[in-house]
């Protein structure tokens, strides 16, 4: 192409060059380049504006900046408020913790196809709407009646919720009936006060029986039960007839809103007598605030209903062993069927939950110079664990078993003398003096009342497990052990260690036998890599039912 050109008053005849293909191809580059670069940018922009959770950045870059407003009066601005204050202002008025018993899997008692879940339930959705009413803000330990909710688990939305006062509803089951109430051994003058006036107010409502306002529990008013005697706050628990009484199911239908007005009532009366708890001296309370980091140190007392005619239970003994077929889960379906087969009696085969949870347990029927290092390793990993001791073992290691009660870890009873044909070989009353010369002795030189027990070897039967609830103990079996338990011939590390993790499953016993010197050097690689799962090493005594 050409074209003129003038220059200094001259004109040129030239010829316009085109440019090359590489040329062409090098520019369209550069630009394509400046154009990524400028996309990224803004990208890079719109993350660090969600980083900041601003929503402001890309303004503030392609804006000016706008002149800080000057404050004409400094005095009219308002303080910020501490933390101090907030929480103050955030709770005013009255504030009542209502428990309804059991839930979900776990159903409480039960007669003719009425379950004692559903009527707490039930009672509790009746309480709470006149408690609303009436201007009282309610905190439920449980949301619905699809859910168990543990004790601790309880205990620790209570004692979180900042209430007043705590009362927790169940139905009774045996040979009586009407209404009693309960507090606890420690109780102060608001609990006294805050239990008398709903009992008081429920039977004027109009009860079958009075049976009265207790103390402690069943086994005696040495021991609470444990939602009452670990909360913070004054707390009751109301027994509303036995679920087993027709004439107590007749007035619990009838009279459920006269009971949730008389309930309103009482607490109401008793917060105008005293006002905010937390202003109260502890003396006046409970002084469970002052003692509750001890509990974990004294053990805990259970109650439940006696089984009558043991003689004429099945003998038979059975050897426990979880199987290897397991569910979608992972977990062994000899146990899921185990717990179902044997749901009437105190024992646990596997904890049945979908909750990524786990329960450490470790066997002791003689020590070998590990428990100081499991001891050790559990400490630092922040892991509380189950000990399952022996009289022999207890004998010969005194410094040890006040260590694990001192640690804050349970200690378990693994019988009297370890009988190798196991526990149903012996008679009715052998079998209890195994349990409970241990747990006597245990209690007199420790003061401390164990609640677990482990069966030598893993073998009982129906009798054995009927002897085990008389004698306030809930059995624990396992879902998961292996073949740690010979000295002479400790499993591989590295093996074991896979074994262990390839078995993880929602609510799992682990057995270990604190004898092993491989259970000892895996043990904290093991607890960091459950950990890693997603999985919880949870406290044995959250799954604890305490039946009045």
């Not at 085109?18 to 993350?47: D, M, N, P």
């Not at 140190?297 to 099945?314: E, T, W």
């Not at 070998?368 to 664990?385: F, H, M, N, Q, R």
């Not at 073998?459 to 002897?467: P, R």
Request: charged residues 30%; glycine residues 8%.
């Amino acid at each position: 192409m050409k074209y003129i050109r003038e220059s200094n008053g001259r004109r040129d005849i030239v010829e316009k060059k085109r440019h090359s293909r590489a040329y062409v191809i090098q520019a369209v580059v550069k630009w394509l380049l400046c154009i990524g670069i400028l996309l990224l940018t803004l990208l890079v922009c719109g993350f660090l504006d969600k980083k900041l959770n601003d929503g402001k950045l890309v303004e503030k870059l392609t804006k000016p900046k706008a002149e800080k407003p000057v404050m004409q009066d400094t005095e009219s601005v308002k303080p910020i408020e501490d933390d101090t204050q907030a929480k103050e202002d955030e709770k005013k008025g009255l504030r009542v913790c209502l428990d309804p018993g059991h839930g979900g899997v776990d159903p409480g008692c039960d007669y003719n196809g009425r379950i004692e879940s559903e009527d707490n339930w039930k009672l509790a959705q009746e309480v709470k709407k006149e408690m609303e009413s009436a201007g009282i803000e309610v905190v439920m330990t449980r949301e619905d009646n699809n859910t168990k909710v543990f004790l601790k688990d309880r205990v620790e939305i209570a004692n979180a919720s900042d209430a007043d006062y705590f009362v927790s509803l169940h139905r009774n089951k045996g040979d009586g009936y009407g209404i009693e109430t309960w507090m606890t051994g420690s109780a102060g003058s608001v609990t006294e006060s805050l239990t008398n006036n709903i009992h008081n107010a429920i039977v004027a409502a109009g009860v079958q029986r009075d049976r009265g306002v207790k103390i402690g529990t069943e086994t005696g008013e040495g021991s609470d039960y444990y939602v009452i005697g670990n909360t913070t706050m004054p707390a009751c628990l109301v027994e509303f007839g036995f679920i087993n009484s027709e004439e107590d199911n007749r007035l619990f239908d009838e009279k459920m809103t006269a009971y949730a007005k008389a309930i309103t009532k009482a607490v109401q009366d008793t917060y105008a007598q005293y006002g905010e708890t937390e202003e109260l001296p502890v003396d006046e309370l409970d002084g469970k605030a002052a003692s509750s980091e001890e509990d974990s140190k004294s053990g805990i007392r259970l109650s439940y209903p006696a089984i009558d005619n043991i003689s004429g239970l099945s003998g038979e003994i059975l050897d426990w062993g979880q199987g290897t077929n397991v569910d979608e889960q992972n977990r062994p379906t000899g146990c899921l069927s185990y717990q179902e087969k044997f749901k009437d009696y105190t024992a646990d085969f596997i904890i049945p939950t979908t909750e990524k949870k786990i329960y450490l347990t470790l066997d002791e029927g003689y020590e070998y110079g590990c428990t100081p290092d499991i001891l050790s390793t559990l400490k630092e990993k922040g892991v509380k664990a189950v000990f399952f001791v022996t009289q022999p073992y207890i004998n010969s290691s005194p410094e040890l078993v006040k260590q694990i009660i001192d640690d804050g870890h349970i200690l378990g009873n693994h019988s009297l003398t370890h009988p190798a044909a196991g526990i149903p070989s012996q008679s009715l009353d052998e079998q209890e003096k195994e349990v409970m010369d241990v747990h006597n002795f245990v209690k007199e030189n420790y003061n401390y009342d164990m609640y677990l027990f482990r069966f030598p070897a893993g073998k009982f039967s129906e009798q054995s497990l009927a002897v085990l609830n008389n004698c306030g103990y809930r059995g624990v079996f396992w879902s998961f052990a292996y073949l740690d338990y010979d000295v002479e011939n400790q499993p591989d590390e590295a093996e074991s260690l896979q074994k262990m993790l390839d078995r993880l499953h929602p609510g799992a016993i682990y057995l270990l036998h604190a004898e092993s010197w491989t259970n000892t050097h895996v043990l904290g690689t093991f607890i960091d890599k459950v950990r890693e799962a997603g999985y919880e090493f949870a406290d044995y005594s959250e799954t604890v039912q305490q039946t009045p």
